[in-house]
């Protein structure tokens, strides 16, 4: 700011001050440039390690705890991580997201709690430690299991380390974990209390089956990918047409699974429907009359001739020939069928479909599904015997082909169920498995998502309502080894036990022992002692060989968590996880929970997106976008990733990349600085001694004070309602435009220049110093880090800034009134600076301190300008300012708005060496000829010394 001695200064003058050499470094003595420790670069990657040791060692966490410990609750429950690989940037996403809540209610007057979780159990550990190199069939199921549970337990260390850098706060040292024995035993029970109301049955039902994981499925466990299948239409000629079709007349299906006509039972009609019976080329066939010329077209059929038609209902209890094996397919009437697509005449086998399988049930079809554990063909299947399903498509076609009822085979990609973690197709496949009969509390679970939650998301309440209003039950077990067990025994016939005698007794085995026992001993040693069924005269038992789906682990955390933890509560106040945990924990929680709880588990439920490169683009390895959090810490620091996460739309996809996190430490560069500034420029200011009360603050230091506090009800209700973003951009917004842009931009001519305990000095800092300690405490939740560093050099009775609350709003009698003359005033001012603009362009001046400005104002802005008790000047940062006649008798030269017509010139004088205002002033004082009158006299009787000058000889 401050130049050489002689730039601004008239040649003639210069002979004068040539004796005073050192008087520039003398007058820069007499400024108040601020100096402070907080440095302009933060060197976050390695600072930030250090402050987290010391909130550690002083137990920051605990004290927060502790100084909320009788205020209202506010309980976020952490739905668990998968315990497996490295933390991603969605992990960062969410647990970022989930700090920010709980520091900002532990700062807003809530007891907040955060009890971390993992996800323990699984096929991903059980393969991970399979490919390994474990020889797992060397060993027992029990030993195998060890294996397991020190692998979960080495990536939760891991993830537990890297979440804590990322600066989240929480219980890290007493984590809830789904293999915990306490948590397991909570599972068992919670099983048994839905098995006691009925809600738990064994089935043979068709359900997801991933042959390349060897186990059933859950939808929750579902993703859809493109891919290519083919597309036949078959024949089934007519055996029995109840007098309405003849023999040589054929039933006509379309289906894109050919894998599964060897388990063909029926083939379904719609009773509403009217079918024709078509010839073609001498051949009859029977199909939906609405889409006859679709499949004409199809099939390529030309002359097609209709030679009857006959009503869906009619149909129903005809039989046809099954087009492969020696047997019949009966004709029956289901809802199901459509006229979307096909044929209107739907193949149905009932071990391969759910709407088959109901069908079916209706006329005692029974279940056929000749698929083995491997996705091979059974005997069941003559002629296909071990043969993987997907093979036999083609084997499937051509035997067709050969017997004449293949009318047409094609190919089409589209979208089909797979494994969601082998990424493997899956199929429908009838298997013996234990369900949750969702139907038998449907409606009430229906019934809390309508009437108990607070859904976040706009989408998040029809998404979960449609889904289980859609849905099956729920297929609850696996046919896996690293998991719980299912607590049940069989009899000797068969039969299955599940009693309250025997959930408590295997609870508590479990709660000892871990679950681990269940492998460990033989079925009489897990049984109460004594223990007898009337099924098994001979007292011999087994027991259950599947474990619980890991949706029914972590979906019972109410349980185990919020009902068992002394500083939680059930039901949470939230639930907070990415957008496919609808069909995930957000489900599965709330199923359990309704079913033996009654209620919901939470009272909110706010979801988020997930996380792109910048293009929009899913992250992968292969095409090399993927940001990992670790690196990103190590290169730019947590708080850069955490400023990240404030600035995006999190509730869908976002976007980051490393050009976008430059941006964000662009926008954190912006927000250091300006806090730098300000601590700058308060180093010398004692709250205590030098604050000035609020009526005698001057009018700019009122409005901007008032300004704030609009900017702190703001970013508190951002806190309230979640949005982040709407923080982000509204601290971006006022550090740039309201400080660095205008009030601080005006400041450097007072907190520089004043006498150091001048009253306009006192006032401006006042207002600085309010702005740092409160905005410090704003930043806190986002940017913990940071606002501690700041915290450190303030002046303030709280150790830590994550101890302190978020500051109240405060109103001032006069502000309606001082907004709406600021308000007009900015508007001014708005139009002056275009004005500037335009004269720099046209080289009338350089800097704005250059200019005289000459307003030629309306009554009505006159009258605004002077009522505003301030240096209008000053506040434009001009060098001369005049307010001369009014609006009409502006030049023609002058630059003309609404309200105010602007002329601007060069301001007459030369360059203060202090203040480096224009002014004829400068040059009036013998021994100070470089300075202006304000300058001089603060100078003189403040800063004598700075006059003294050099002698001749120096």
Known sequence: MLQKLGNGVDQRKQGKTKKRGIL??????????????????????????EWQQEWKDAGVYEKRQEKNSDK?????????????????????LNKITKDIIIRSKSMSGFRSPYVPGWDTHGLPIE??????????????????????????????????????????????????????????????????????????????KPIYWSPSSESSLAEAEIEYQDVKSPSIYVSFPVVDGKGILNGDTSFVIWTTTPWTIPANLAIAVNADYVYSVVEVDGKKYVLAKDLVNDVAATLGWENVETVSEVNGKDLELMTAQHPLYDRTSLVIVGDHVTLEAGTGLVHTAPGHGEDDYIAGQKYKLGVLSPIDDKGCFTDEAPGLEGVFYDTANKQITEWLEEKGNLLKMSFFTHSYPHDWRTKKPVIFRATPQWFASIDKFRQQILD??????????????????????????????????WGVPLPIFYAENGEPIITPE?????????????????????????????????????????????????????????????????ELSFPADMYLEGSDQYRGWFNSSLTTSVAVNEEAPYRSVLSQGFVMDGEGRKMSKSIGNVIVPNKVIKQMGADIIRLWVSSVDYEYDVRVSDDILKQVSEGYRKIRNTMRFLMANTSDFDPAVNAVAYEELNALDQYMLIRFNQIVEKIKHSYETYDFKGIYQ??????????????????????????????????????????????????????????????????????????????EVERFNNQEEVLKDWKAFMNVRDEVLKALEEARNEKIIGKSFEAKVTLYPTAEVKELLNSLDANIGQLLIVSDLEIAGDYESAPESAHKFADVAVSIEHAHGETCERCRIVSEEVGSFEEAPTLCGRCYHIVKEHYPEALIPETEAE
């Open 448 to 481: 809390a998502i309508e009437n108990d939650v607070t859904w976040l998301h706009p989408s998040g309440k029809p998404r979960l309502y449609n889904m289980v209003r859609d849905r099956g039950d729920w297929v609850i077990s696996r046919q896996r080894v």
């Open 127 to 204: 393969q991970a430690v399979t490919n390994s190199g474990v020889k797992r069939k060397e060993m027992s199921e029990a030993e195998f299991r060890k294996i397991c549970e020190e692998y979960a337990w080495k990536q939760i260390n891991q993830q537990r380390e890297d979440f804590k850098r990322l600066g989240v706060a929480g219980d890290w040292d007493n984590p809830y974990v789904t293999l915990d024995p306490k948590f397991e035993e909570q599972q068992i029970r919670l099983f048994g209390q839905m098995a006691e109301k009925g809600y738990i049955y064994k089935g043979l």
């Open 502 to 566: 025997t959930i408590d007794h295997v609870a508590s085995l479990v709660s000892e022992h871990g679950s681990n026992v269940w492998f460990e001993r033989e079925a009489k040693d897990l049984l109460p002692e004594g223990f007898t069924h009337p099924a098994s005269p001979n007292n011999e038992f087994t027991k259950e060989t599947d474990i619980m789906d890991v949706w029914f682990d972590s979906g019972s955390s109410h349980a185990g968590v919020l009902k068992t933890r002394p």
């Open 72 to 92: 209202p609750t506010f309980i976020l429950h952490d739905g668990p991580p998968y315990a497996n690989g490295d933390i991603h940037m969605g992990h960062a």
């Open 24 to 49: 520039t470094m003398k007058m820069k003595e007499t400024l108040n440039l601020g100096n402070t420790k907080f440095k302009m670069r933060g060197n976050l990657p390695v600072r930030e390690v």
């Open 730 to 807: 509204t601290v971006m917004n006022f550090c740039t435009v309201d400080l660095s842009q205008f009030y601080l931009d005006i400041a450097k001519d007072i907190v520089y220049i004043d006498l150091e305990d001048g009253h306009d000095r006192r006032a401006m800092q006042t207002v600085f110093y309010d702005i740092l300690v409160k905005m410090t405490k704003l930043l806190t939740p986002i940017l913990p880090h940071t606002s501690e560093e700041i915290w450190k050099l303030l002046k303030e009775d709280e150790e830590f800034a994550q101890l302190a609350e978020l500051p």
